[in-house]
């Protein structure tokens, strides 16, 4: 089972389109590198798999959990 998944994550601000379905798997003990250039959306992706913001739509499964649906308890996973 992998670590982390991200099925077809969706970050909207506004009218902008910042991802547009984003899909990565991780195992334990993997990296991985995220490149591009300024302004691409490297950092709403990571802001988006620690919860710091809301993803527009997608799925975020760590460790088997989807921690996007409702009444996570974001302390907890952290
Ligand atoms: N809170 C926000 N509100 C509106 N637009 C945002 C916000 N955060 C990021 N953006 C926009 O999203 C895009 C991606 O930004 P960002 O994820 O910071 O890129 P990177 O980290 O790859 O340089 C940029 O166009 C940026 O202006
Ligand atoms: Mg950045």
Known sequence: ????E???LVKKFDDKD?????NVELSEGQSKVVMGGS???????LRCLNLLIQPTSGEIIFK???ITR???D???LR
């Open 18 to 22: 910042v991802l547009k379905g984003i």
């Open 39 to 45: 302004g691409c959306g490297k950092s709403t992706m």
């Open 6 to 8: 991200v099925k077809n």
């Open 70 to 72: 409702p009444g996570v």
């Open 1 to 4: 089972m992998a670590l982390l």
């Open 74 to 76: 974001v302390r907890k």
């Open 64 to 66: 088997g959990e989807d």
